[in-house]
């Protein structure tokens, strides 16, 4: 089973525990209008490779990655559930850790029940989801992104539902994503999650700007500052305000 890549990263610190090897898989259905990777977004792209290949380069420098492991990201890796299940499996031969950063977008309750089955069987292959939720509102949601958010947020229940761990990421754009009404909506939903484990509150930046320009793609935030990172904390503080909440009413500990 080969796997449509982007790219290999050896040297990754923001991307799971520890240093890991990041596999960039080409292909998304979202269009987020902060994406940082729109070259990753056609489907039939990349370079077709195999999981042994790719394992080969990690094994290389095995050593380097002691406390860290893989990461598959993209891009949208449940795109391609059969390539990580063929990668993991290799992973977990060796006891290495494993961990998917993912959008969600690929995930329905109501999926192809071939499909949900070899999902269920990826989950028993990983340590680690990185879930992005983009937006807790419906409507703003599909502007943000072009996709709908009720399949993300069953995905993110459904990993409850398998107990593996989730980090929450949650990306702060100035007028965008920093309302405070929504912000708590946010940490109110995934403060009912047993398996939190984190949440990444994160700056949006133009730094994937210039990507637009060559790829001749308009530049859907055009004039939208960074995110201060001070305003950030503050923001940040409102989620954590949501998920204390819920977990009082749920009696659960306080994160």
């Not at 056609?42 to 094994?59: C, D, F, R, S, V």
């Not at 879930?131 to 995905?155: R, V, W």
Request: charged letters at 25%.
């Amino acid at each position: 089973m080969q796997g449509r890549i982007h790219s290999l990263e050896s040297f990754g610190t923001v991307d799971g525990p520890g240093t890991r090897f990041v596999v960039f898989v080409q292909g998304c259905p979202m269009r987020c209008a902060y994406c940082h990777n729109p070259d990753t977004w056609e489907m039939n792209a990349g370079t077709l490779m195999e999981p042994e290949e790719i394992y080969e380069q990690y094994k290389r420098n095995e050593a380097f990655y002691k406390g860290g492991g893989i990461t598959v990201t993209g891009g949208e890796p449940l795109m391609q559930v059969d390539f990580l299940i063929d990668l993991f499996t290799l992973c977990k031969k060796d006891n290495v850790h494993t961990c998917i950063d993912s959008s969600g977008i690929a995930y329905k309750p109501n999926a192809n029940p071939e499909w949900l089955a070899k999902l269920d069987k990826l989950m028993t292959l990983t340590d680690l989801v990185m879930l992005d939720i983009k937006h807790i509102d419906p409507e703003k949601h599909k502007e943000l992104t072009s996709q709908p958010n009720d399949g993300i947020l069953a995905f993110a229940k459904y990993l409850d539902e398998k107990h593996i761990d989730v980090w929450i990421r949650h990306v702060i754009v100035p007028g965008i994503t920093d309302d405070d009404k929504y912000l708590y909506q946010l940490g109110y939903f995934i403060g009912g999650l047993s398996n939190l484990k984190a949440l990444d509150a994160l700056p949006y930046h133009t730094m994937g700007k210039v990507k637009y320009e060559k790829l001749g793609i308009p530049y859907k935030l055009e004039g939208v500052e960074p995110m201060d990172k001070n305003k950030l904390i503050e923001k940040k503080e409102v989620i954590l305000n949501g998920i204390r909440k819920r977990r009082e009413e749920l009696g659960l500990e306080h994160s």
